[in-house]
């Protein structure tokens, strides 16, 4: 498969790059910044682009079967909304490429608390989250009205250091018990999903 990934050189996109790379996918790894990344493969190209560059990303996109987004306002030194103007760039590029698939990551706060309400609108949501929360959920969205073949992964709080090498993932909500899970656990799961598409055109909620 040909991926195409933003935020590679966040601490979820480096796992997903070296799991995807593990399992002899070829990426092409978008920067704002190329020489920041240190990973040098013969599958692997790393080129300048910005994700909110519409036009930039539909070139980078072509010829590639999927896309893979990791990235978060503090990689890119902007403001909360790169995630959504990010995603609308995304999609743009999908749109014009043909590229087949988009999987990206969000926080488990859009998910549901229950049938009427989302985990972000329940009381004892954290107030220092519901602005990054708000821009996950414009994002999801855009995912939602796009008619992509996506699927969105939404974990709890993500940590460091060695994963359990598996994951709980469940449709629409966070399993049960579910307060945290590695990076490398969380990148396992966005490569497990692009290779079998078990939850296309679904919010996931994916815990250890």
Do not use: N
Request: hydrophobic share 50%; with cysteine.
């Amino acid at each position: 498969m040909r991926i195409v990934l933003f935020g590679a050189t966040g601490g979820l996109g480096g796992l997903v790059l070296a799991e995807a790379l593990d399992r002899g996918h070829a990426v092409t790894a978008v920067l704002r910044e190329p020489a920041r990344l240190a990973v040098r493969h013969a599958r692997l190209a790393v080129v300048a682009g910005d994700v909110r560059d519409h036009a930039a990303v539909a070139g980078l996109i072509a010829g590639h079967d999927a896309v893979v987004s990791c990235i978060g306002p503090g990689l890119l030194g902007g403001g909360l909304d790169v995630i959504s103007a990010g995603m609308a760039s995304i999609l743009a590029g999908v749109r014009a490429s043909g590229a087949r698939r988009v999987v990206a990551v969000a926080a488990a706060g859009i998910l549901q608390e229950d049938g009427e309400t989302l985990m972000r609108d329940a009381p004892g949501f954290p107030p220092a989250l519901r602005a990054i929360s708000a821009e996950h959920l414009r994002a999801y969205e855009l995912l939602r009205a796009s008619g992509a073949r996506w699927t969105l992964a939404c974990p709890p709080t993500m940590a460091d250091g060695e994963g359990t090498g598996g994951y709980r993932a469940e449709r629409d909500y966070l399993p049960e018990g579910g307060e945290r899970i590695a990076y490398a656990d969380v990148a396992l799961f966005i490569l497990d999903e692009l290779e079998s598409g078990a939850f296309v055109g679904s919010r996931v909620g994916i815990a250890d």
